[in-house]
């Protein structure tokens, strides 16, 4: 134990002889131990905290691909296509009587919901034209993702079908 003591005692015994290095040693590692923590906090809050939903863990994404270019437009639009390894186009979104019929035949999912994002929307307000990012949801994902409101309500079952009038939802991101 004397001997690590004697260490620290000669250690700030040549820092206090060359003040110049003692500056960039001491700025060198506040801004290494400063980044390194920013970075771990972004990492942390995207890839490593789970979503903030029931059973995050249970939570799939139904994909689908080929090499019919053509396909895409069945979708309304070739926009979400992306190349696989095999180069097939993947795609993430289904024509809504597909997803009606996929949620009517599937077995062994206690949930099946739909949902697009559309990105760049303009929002016109009292304080002027904004633009923002939304999406276009099945009347059960928030049943299904397991997220509740925060004030008023979300979609209920009398607003399912596509026959009733257009809702519209306002939230904010989830900031944590």
Same mark, same amino acid.
Request: proline letters at 4%; charged letters at 15%; one cysteine or more.
């Given at each position: &134990?004397?001997?690590?003591?004697?260490? #620290? $005692?000669? !250690?700030?015994? +040549?820092?206090? $002889?060359? @003040?110049?290095?003692?500056?960039? !040693?001491?700025?060198?590692?506040?801004?290494?131990?400063?980044?390194?923590?920013? #970075?771990?906090?972004?990492?942390?809050?995207?890839? &490593?905290?789970?979503?903030? %939903?029931?059973? @995050?863990?249970?939570?799939?994404? %139904?994909?689908?691909?080929?090499?019919?270019? /053509?396909?895409?437009?069945?979708?309304?639009?070739?926009? *979400?296509?992306? &190349?696989?390894?095999?180069?097939? +186009?993947?795609?993430?979104?289904? @024509?809504?009587?597909?997803?009606?019929?996929? $949620?009517e035949?599937v $077995?062994? =999912?206690?949930?099946?919901?739909?949902?697009?994002?559309?990105?760049?929307?303009?929002?016109?307000?009292?304080?002027?034209?904004?633009?923002?990012?939304? &999406?276009?949801? /099945?009347? *059960?994902?928030?049943?299904?993702?397991?997220?509740?409101?925060?004030?008023?309500?979300? #979609?209920?079952?009398?607003?399912?079908? =596509?026959?009733?009038?257009?809702?519209?939802?306002?939230?904010?991101?989830?900031?944590?």
């Amino acid at each position: &134990m004397s001997t690590l003591i004697n260490d #620290i $005692k000669y !250690a700030a015994r +040549q820092l206090r $002889k060359s @003040p110049g290095f003692t500056v960039v !040693a001491v700025l060198s590692l506040a801004l290494g131990i400063g980044v390194n923590t920013a #970075i771990f906090s972004m990492l942390n809050a995207v890839w &490593m905290r789970s979503l903030p %939903v029931r059973n @995050p863990h249970e939570l799939r994404i %139904v994909n689908w691909g080929g090499h019919n270019v /053509s396909l895409s437009y069945w979708t309304g639009g070739a926009a *979400d296509g992306a &190349m696989d390894s095999s180069g097939a +186009q993947v795609y993430n979104s289904f @024509p809504y009587p597909l997803y009606r019929d996929f $949620k009517e035949q599937v $077995k062994g =999912c206690s949930d099946v919901f739909a949902f697009f994002g559309l990105n760049g929307l303009t929002v016109v307000g009292p304080q002027g034209a904004t633009t923002t990012d939304a &999406m276009m949801v /099945s009347g *059960d994902f928030f049943e299904g993702y397991g997220a509740q409101a925060l004030i008023g309500r979300t #979609i209920d079952p009398r607003s399912r079908t =596509c026959s009733t009038y257009y809702l519209s939802l306002l939230g904010e991101r989830i900031q944590s």
